[in-house]
């Protein structure tokens, strides 16, 4: 017998998800989704701050028990209660706490890992460095706009979003009963340096089609910030603004951005150049995002632009700098979170041949990310630079996920009919719980606030 008020021969089929990592707090990301015999799971991510507490942790060594236990990585052993097959393994995009435990935890899976172009590229140098586990899936590469079969009845399907990384998506698995849409990691931009803008357009369609979008589960980083978050291109001109207040400054001027940002990077790479000082990218980090971007041709560097990562070349063009006159160059270096081991902290400490004078500028094209590691790391950072003479240009910098007018367009968008908020604490989770509620949702019905490792079922 059907169910009531289900016609006749209607197929239906059960949706669950599994909250598993990212759901107390930003850091460790990943959810899987059940739709009838067929799992997805959506990202494999590392709380870094939990690494960066214990001195000396190399993770490639370290066994997945013992990193689940310090809260490293995602505790992934509430899988053995979902019903189904892994089909495949979608990171969104190329940050760490979104990619950083697939070395760990990928290989217990037999299931694709499925990504960009980008993502994939950093999926596989990642694998490649790890030396506990040999991780055997297959990388497959699919772009934004493109679609995947997912078993019999689901379709996987990647919607392009614009984050402070290239190359980042927002997967959507289509069901019989609606659209599982996971929402990590965003900012609406209409004008980003590198890519495309976001795709709202299909993101409305998706509201609209079909059997509608059954769940949502959100990047909920700034939901308590009013506004919108401006577009990368507001970045730029910032940047541009502080960099043309200096042109006429004939000392040493340094940079330092997230590695990973390659548009900003890009934007440091045109501006040193328009005030007439030679860029040069310096530290481990930046020599592998930007040397992948451009392998890639995400971005068209000058043919002379250097990348050193190794210290000794890194010492080698401090000296060259040095001789031939601070004021010819900018270094843009590793460091805009007082990282201990990082570049411009070692700079800081007068650890490297580039000396620092009064009125030398540094310009932290990044904000603090607030965290208290984080915090003290870059308080002394700055202060072991001031201590030097060193002026300090702070938070030239937009961040790369939603406030709060972004997340309501996106809820009028997708109008979905359950939400699941994710990326932030309990407390973070407040400001979005308090928005969906004024726009109809009610916790407990069909807004889930939820913890780590809890399934949620959506269908019977
Ligand atoms: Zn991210």
């Known amino acids: 017998m059907p169910a009531a008020g289900f016609p006749l021969g209607a197929t239906t089929m059960e949706v669950e998800i599994a909250t598993i990592g990212g759901y107390e707090a930003v850091g460790r990301q990943m959810t899987a989704v059940r739709a009838g015999d067929d799992v997805v799971i959506f990202d494999m991510g590392l709380n870094l701050s939990k690494v960066l507490i214990h001195d000396n942790v190399e993770t490639e060594r370290m066994h997945s028990l013992d990193l689940i236990d310090m809260g490293a990585i995602p505790d992934d052993r509430v899988m053995s209660d979902l019903e189904g097959d892994v089909k495949a393994i979608v990171p969104t995009h190329g940050h760490l706490d979104h990619i950083g435990a697939i070395s760990k935890l990928a290989h217990r899976y037999d299931a694709p890992i499925v990504a960009t172009p980008f993502t994939i590229e950093l999926v596989k140098q990642q694998i490649k460095s790890e030396e506990k586990f040999g991780v055997q899936n ?39 009963e609606g659209s599982v849409v996971y929402g990590l990691d965003k900012r609406m931009d209409h004008s980003p340096v590198i890519g495309d803008p976001i795709d709202m357009k299909r993101f409305r369609e998706i509201g609209r089609e079909g059997e509608g979008v059954l769940c949502y589960i959100e990047d909920c980083t700034n939901a308590g910030k009013k506004g919108r978050t401006p577009s990368e291109s507001v970045a730029r ?35 040193a150049d328009d005030i ?26 000058p043919e002379d632009l250097g990348m050193y990562g190794h210290r000794k070349s890194v010492d080698r063009t401090f000296k060259r700098i040095m001789n031939e006159g601070k004021e ?16 411009l902290t070692r ?22 990310i ?85 399934m949620i079922k959506l269908t019977e």
């Open 328 to 343: 010819n160059f900018l270094p843009i270096v590793t460091g805009h979170q007082g990282e201990p081991r990082a570049m």
């Open 276 to 301: 007439g000082r030679q860029p040069v990218l310096l530290g481990r980090s930046m020599e592998k995002y930007s040397g992948t971007a451009e392998r890639l041709d995400f971005v068209d560097f």
């Open 138 to 176: 297959d990388l497959v590469k699919m772009d934004a706009g493109e679609t995947m079969s997912i078993g019999e009845r689901n379709e996987l399907e990647f919607v392009n979003v614009t984050h402070s990384i290239i190359d980042a998506i927002n997967p959507v698995l289509h069901t019989p």
């Open 370 to 454: 607030p965290e208290p590691t984080n915090e003290g790391q870059r308080y002394q950072s700055e202060k072991l630079l001031g201590m030097q003479g060193a002026r300090i240009y702070d938070d030239i910098h937009v961040s790369g996920h939603l406030r709060e007018e972004g997340h309501y367009e996106m809820i009028d968008a997708l109008q979905p009919k359950n939400i699941i908020p994710a990326h932030q604490s309990l407390e973070g989770f407040a400001p979005y719980v308090d928005l969906a509620e004024n726009m109809g949702y009610k916790a407990g019905r069909d807004l889930h606030i939820t913890r780590n490792g809890n």
């Open 237 to 271: 001109r910032h940047l541009k603004d502080v960099m043309d207040s200096v042109a006429d400054y004939d000392g040493g001027i340094v940079a330092t951005t997230f590695s990973s940002h390659i548009a900003r990077v890009k934007s440091l790479v045109e501006f």
């Open 347 to 368: 700079m800081g400490r007068g650890e490297t041949p580039y000396e620092l004078d009064d009125g030398d500028k540094v310009l932290f094209s990044a904000r603090v």
